[in-house]
Every structure is written in structure tokens, then in C-alpha cells.
T-cell receptor
Framework: AQSVTQLGSHVSVSEGALVLLRCNYSSSVPPYLFWYVQYPNQGLQLLLK??????LVKGINGFEAEFKKSETSFHLTKPSAHMSDAAEYFCAVTVNNNDMRFGAGTRLTVKP | DTGVSQDPRHKITKRGQNVTFRCDPI?????LYWYRQTLGQGPEFLTYFQNEAQLEKSRLLSDRFSAERPKGSFSTLEIQRTEQGDSAMYLC?????????????FGEGSRLTVL
């Protein structure tokens, strides 16, 4: 079955610094990959998704992710962190458009 | 597009009581999913429906849990004889299903506290 692993349960960056959140996937067939963000007491919002088109995917709020098949990775990046980026980020995978599996999440803290 | 709505947002109950959560998906979505999320963890898949058919159930869904989607629209998740370990956020999501890219749209969740 497909799965994702998020490396680092907590990442802390300074405002204006690069954000890098790591995600590796496991799947025997080509996956669809997603990044969701969850703000306190809110539901999950889609940041971006990879669906086998372009390997570099751009999402909302200046985030992007690159699908690297050779590394089975789908890391999330943002060039310059903003205070409003502080949240929980989840990587997720689905195969054949069935149930979606999530990673354990990475909490991003942004220091002023 | 009114989004996915869940009710109630919060439920506090005593151990042994039954609770029921309701989810109203986005109207044109034929797939509906239930997930459970505990503190510090990602959402864990419980079950999903294609229209009114329940197509998959996780091993996490014990006999005390039952989900229905009788007319292929809203869904209910019932937990019987609640236990303290059932305390969690129960998330509902919907998608267009076949022909879509699998993106899920989530509600804000129903938080259950079992005392």
C-alpha cells in the first residue's frame, strides 16, 4: 500500500528564511502527491498537488514542491518564510484515485 | 460551493455513551471520506463511500463504529459505547471521485472528548 514519511516533526525558521519540509513516498505505482496545510482549529487546505504532469508544482502562498522519482521525494519549499506560514503541514499520497494516506505532519514555526 | 460542513463541531460525552457525527459534502461530489486525527498525528483513514456504497473500511474502524451514507448525499459516523481512546478529531472530506485527481476537500472537523 502507498504511504508517505515526513522527516522532522517540527521545523523552525526565521522570518525571511528558506522553508524546506521533507516528504518521501512509497508506492508501487505512479502516485498522486499532495501537500495540505492546517491552521489551528481549522480543516485541512490544499497547498498544491502533483498529478504526473510537471514535476515542479507551484501552489498557493508562494509554496512549491518538486516530484523526484529517483529519490521518491516530494519536498515542500518556500523561498522566504512569513509569520503567517506558521501551521501544521501534511504530505499525502493517493494511488488510482482511491483513499488518501497522510504523513504524521510537520509543525512549522516562524521566528520574528 | 458551500464547502464540506460537519456537525457538531465539538462533542463532550461520558464513556459508554453513543455519539453521532454528520457530514454534508460538497453537493456535486460523489465520494465521501472519514478520517480520524489525534494530537500531533496526521489524519488516519477510516472509511470512504462512492455515492451510497461503502467501498473501503480501515482496520481502525472497530465494530463500535458505523458509517452510513443512505442517499449518497450526507453521511453519519456513529460511535457506540465510547471509550476514552476514541477522543480525537473526526474529519470528513469529499471529492469528485472517478475522473478527478484525487484532491480531497475537508470540513473543519468534529472534536470528540470522552470523559
Amino acid at each position: 500500500a502507498q504511504s508517505v514519511t515526513q522527516l522532522g516533526s517540527h521545523v523552525s525558521v526565521s522570518e525571511g528564511a528558506l522553508v524546506l519540509l521533507r516528504c518521501n513516498y512509497s508506492s508501487s505505482v505512479p502516485p498522486y502527491l499532495f501537500w495540505y496545510v492546517q491552521y489551528p482549529n481549522q480543516g485541512l487546505q490544499l497547498l498544491l498537488k502533483y498529478t504526473s504532469a510537471a514535476t515542479l508544482v507551484k501552489g498557493i502562498n508562494g509554496f512549491e514542491a518538486e516530484f523526484k522519482k529517483s529519490e521518491t521525494s516530494f519536498h515542500l519549499t518556500k523561498p522566504s518564510a512569513h509569520m503567517s506560514d506558521a501551521a501544521e503541514y501534511f504530505c499525502a499520497v493517493t494511488v488510482n484515485n482511491n483513499d488518501m494516506r497522510f504523513g504524521a505532519g510537520t509543525r512549522l514555526t516562524v521566528k520574528p | 460551493d458551500t464547502g464540506v460542513s460537519q456537525d457538531p463541531r465539538h462533542k463532550i460525552t461520558k464513556r459508554g455513551q453513543n455519539v453521532t457525527f454528520r457530514c454534508d459534502p460538497i453537493s456535486e461530489h460523489n465520494r465521501l471520506y472519514w478520517y480520524r486525527q489525534t494530537l500531533g498525528q496526521g489524519p488516519e483513514f477510516l472509511t470512504y463511500f462512492q455515492n451510497e456504497a461503502q467501498l473501503e473500511k480501515s482496520r481502525l474502524l472497530s465494530d463500535r463504529f458505523s458509517a452510513e451514507r443512505p442517499k449518497g448525499s450526507f453521511s453519519t459516523l456513529e460511535i457506540q459505547r465510547t471509550e476514552q481512546g476514541d477522543s480525537a478529531m473526526y474529519l470528513c472530506a469529499s471529492s469528485r471521485g472517478t475522473g478527478s485527481t484525487g484532491e480531497l476537500f475537508f470540513g473543519e472537523g468534529s472534536r470528540l472528548t470522552v470523559l
